[in-house]
């Protein structure tokens, strides 16, 4: 049977706008009030799904959430018509109703942490939406990333969905952008790495100083016992804390995986040299393991950060080796551009290094790899998910015409005050989840 890699990127939502939601992400705080062109971020992001599209591999197309979210404004003691919401809301609480129209469900990597059928004990593939208990405006995301999840892998046979872990620190998790899978090829049996930034009852675990850690190591370990994985080719691993106070708030921004690659910088891990040594002694296949350690002295963590090489999308090509998808800030930087030269070039998997413009989502603190939520299917498994939810060329020309119909090519802060850009907002979404066959996955629609 045969196995494929299947990338979900999150479409881009109509609110996208820069109010600097999220501390600890520096291009997040660092742009915060500027200029947004959500028609323009959803189009960028769109071109990079059609392209890997065009280049053999399956993609598929996460929709947004329903921003303002109203839902939250209501409990929150807002009432009254939803135009009247965003009228109390801009003038009693901005900084709330900020987070109730933040578009970032587009980093879908954040969605869940999925787990393929090659690797829980029952062979269904498990998604756990991830709680995102770190951020206001992310913990609001969970139960319309669970309807959606659900509208798209919609197989009882096939797929096993669990819902967010319990809200709060304790269970902090954040999805796949803390997950890492190394494997012979994606339908084989695979080692399953959860990168994890501090402990809630360990008291002995070396917490970072400046900025939160997001994923708790409680949160990865009872995600391993829902998905039924081998203990033998799981490991949980630690993310060094110095490199969280310095703006790696994730493990996407320091490492990036695929098959038999790991890609990462020498701080990306608390005690490094022990980290890869776990890695070796569990993997359970037989191709030679490639892990690519790059050196604070080649490239900084400051560099790292600011040109996001580490979130990259790493693909295995239909005709062999792997691409490299960069954001085209790699390219603009002369010591991580000089690096991926000689990468390309090195005794490694990867032949190819591609780079796309996503600036949109890069100055919000999203590079390729936050984008999208890696599913790897069988055959079979992958007829049963949501045909509509898949790219194609008509497809891509269908969501390019909806974006240029509904979306606004600026938006500022002061215009999330406007309550047309609510109805602008909920009758985009409302045709689009016609679109995208997805059901009322909306609260507005129900």
């Not at 769109?46 to 409990?75: C, E, I, N, W, Y």
């Not at 360990?202 to 949160?219: D, V």
């Not at 009758?427 to 997805?438: I, K, M, P, W």
Request: a negative charge; charged letters at 15%.
């Amino acid at each position: 049977m045969h196995f494929y890699e299947v990338n979900f990127d999150g479409l881009v939502g109509p609110s996208h706008n820069y109010a600097g939601l999220s501390f600890g992400n520096i291009a997040s705080q660092n742009n915060a009030n500027a200029i947004a062109n959500p028609k323009e971020a959803a189009l960028q992001g769109l071109r990079k799904m059609k392209s890997l599209h065009d280049s053999g591999l399956v993609q598929g197309v996460f929709a947004p959430h329903a921003r303002p979210d109203t839902r939250t404004l209501r409990a929150l003691g807002f009432c009254g018509t939803d135009q009247q919401l965003i009228s109390q809301a801009a003038q009693k609480a901005p900084h709330l109703l900020r987070a109730c129209y933040s578009a970032s469900s587009m980093w879908t990597a954040n969605a869940a942490t999925v787990s393929p059928s090659a690797d829980s004990q029952d062979k269904k593939v498990h998604f756990t939406t991830a709680n995102l208990a770190n951020k206001f405006h992310r913990a609001i995301e969970a139960p319309t990333t669970e309807r959606l999840l659900q509208a798209m892998f919609n197989n009882e046979q096939h797929f096993a969905h669990h819902p967010a872990l319990l809200s709060g620190q304790h269970f902090a998790d954040e999805g796949a952008a803390n997950h890492t899978r190394l494997c012979d090829s994606h339908g084989h049996q695979g080692l399953e790495i959860f990168v994890y930034g501090a402990s809630s009852f360990n008291p002995a675990i070396k917490k970072p100083a400046r900025y939160p850690a997001r994923q708790m190591l409680e949160a990865s370990q009872a995600i391993a016992h829902l998905h039924q994985l081998d203990t033998q080719h799981t490991l949980f691993l630690q993310q060094n804390p110095d490199v969280i106070d310095m703006g790696v708030f994730h493990n996407d921004v320091i490492a990036v995986g695929n098959e038999n690659v790991l890609l990462f910088h020498e701080m990306a891990y608390l005690n490094s040299q022990s980290a890869m040594a776990k890695i070796k002694a569990a993997y359970p296949g037989q191709r030679p393991l490639h892990l690519i350690e790059i050196k604070q002295d080649i490239i900084s963590v400051e560099d790292a950060v600011s040109s996001y090489l580490f979130n990259s999308q790493l693909v295995s090509l239909p005709e062999g080796g792997m691409a490299l998808i960069a954001p085209s800030e790699c390219q603009h930087n002369d010591k991580v551009a000089t690096y991926l030269a000689v990468l390309q070039q090195a005794d490694n998997p990867i032949s190819q290094i591609r780079y796309y413009d996503l600036k949109q989502s890069m100055q919000n603190g999203g590079g390729p790899a936050c984008l999208r939520l890696r599913v790897p299917l069988s055959s079979q498994e992958l007829g049963a998910v949501n045909q509509h939810c898949l790219m194609s060329e008509s497809l891509y020309q269908t969501l390019t015409l909806w974006v240029e119909k509904h979306y606004r090519d600026r938006l500022s802060d002061a215009d999330l005050a406007d309550p047309s850009l609510l109805l602008e907002c909920q009758t985009a979404l409302d045709t689009l989840s016609q679109l995208l066959n997805l059901g009322a996955v909306y609260d507005f629609q129900r």
